[in-house]
């Protein structure tokens, strides 16, 4: 199999000189490569991370929308840890796509699991025990678990195990099957923290917590109360401007209403916002979530309805040395459910967050 590829790798001057080269080959691979990431393209075919939910029956139940992490950047690497110390595993992603990591922290544990966090210490052959199995018996069930340190790809797992018992439970039974096949019984509280020695012994150790932040709201990069700062947007003349809320809002309430074209709700409370907006209780300015390409046809739904409130446009670039702030400071694009309206006090500080169409008061 041959194709047609760039004579240069990667360069402008190459497209002008096209080659044929066998499929695989050094300047072939580096060639796609760059290309499919350039253009924001899958490695494997946008597969989405997903999450399941073991019932305990037998079957699994899909929350990846529900926990949200649920992503479109093709998660390649998965680390489970108990980070911040709380007893329940945590999952750190790292994503193909952007080069981006999540840390999606787990509140399941802390209300429901009871744990108890073992650590293993042998005492013949290698130290950390690689390949032994821990049982855990409680009167909900038994469960195992194999110390591995290499458990995902291009990860590498910690060198403890956790098990949550359940909110009844106050002890466990817990076998160690170590890798020289030597095979030893604890009983361990409920809550405990303990190294089980080969030969029996155990001994407990201190948790270090370290709490989590509260994870931001879906789609933006800041909470309730931070300010958002002047940014750099397009205006419906296609020229890169600064959408300053403290100007816009001019000492009145300010609603930053975040739509797009092909959204129905989006396009159903534009009436709403313009009669809000000539009320004058709150100031109203839309910025358009559409591709440059479909700019104009949000543009065409504004003048549709009449509307008189300031609007902008993504694809802007902040100036360097300039005051206006991109907007990736402000949004995560790729998460933001539409409709979403900040809203804003005259000092451009967020007092309350609307998801989906405003509502007649």
């Known amino acids: ?147 591995s340190r290499g458990a995902g790809f291009e990860s590498s797992q910690p060198g403890e195990l956790i098990f949550g018992l359940g909110p009844d439970a106050e002890e466990a039974q817990v076998q160690v099957r170590w890798p020289g096949g030597a095979v030893d019984e604890y009983t361990v509280g409920a809550g405990q923290s303990v190294t089980l020695v080969e030969g029996g012994e155990s001994e407990p150790f201190e948790v270090v917590r370290c709490p989590l932040p509260d994870p931001l709201p879906p789609g933006l990069r800041k909470h309730t109360g931070d300010t958002v700062p002047p940014l750099a947007v397009m205006n419906g003349s296609d020229e890169e401007v600064e959408l300053d809320p403290v100007a816009l809002a001019d000492g009145k309430p300010l609603y930053l209403n975040l739509w797009a074209s092909y959204c129905g709700p989006c396009v159903a409370e534009m009436p709403l916002l313009q009669k809000k907006h000539v009320e004058g209780e709150v100031r109203v300015a839309v910025l358009s979530m559409d591709a440059p390409a479909d700019q104009p046809k949000a543009a065409a739904i504004l003048k549709k309805v009449g509307a008189t409130f300031p609007a902008f446009y993504l694809g802007a670039k902040a100036s360097a040395g300039g005051t206006a702030h991109p907007i990736e400071e402000l949004l995560d694009l790729e998460r933001l459910p539409i409709p979403t309206t900040l809203v804003l006090d005259a000092e451009g500080n967020i007092t309350d967050i609307i998801r989906g169409p405003l509502q007649e008061d």
């Open 1 to 147: 199999m041959v194709a047609s590829t760039q004579g240069e790798c990667g360069t402008d001057e190459g497209l002008k000189d096209f080659t044929t080269q066998e499929v695989g080959n050094q300047g072939y691979v580096q060639r796609h490569n760059t290309q499919m990431f350039a253009e924001g393209r899958s490695f494997s075919g946008n597969e989405r991370d997903k999450l399941w939910l073991n019932l305990g029956d037998g079957q699994w139940f899909d929350v990846s929308d529900l926990s949200g992490c649920d992503s479109p950047n093709d998660g390649r690497a998965l680390v489970t840890c108990d980070f911040d110390g709380d007893g329940d595993l945590d999952l750190f992603v790292h994503e193909l796509q952007r080069e981006r990591h999540a840390l999606y922290r787990n509140e399941l544990g802390t209300l429901y699991g009871n744990p108890i966090r073992l650590r293993l210490r042998a005492t013949k052959g290698q130290w950390e025990a690689i390949g032994a199995t821990v049982t855990v018996t409680t009167e909900d069930g038994t469960r195992s678990l194999p110390l």
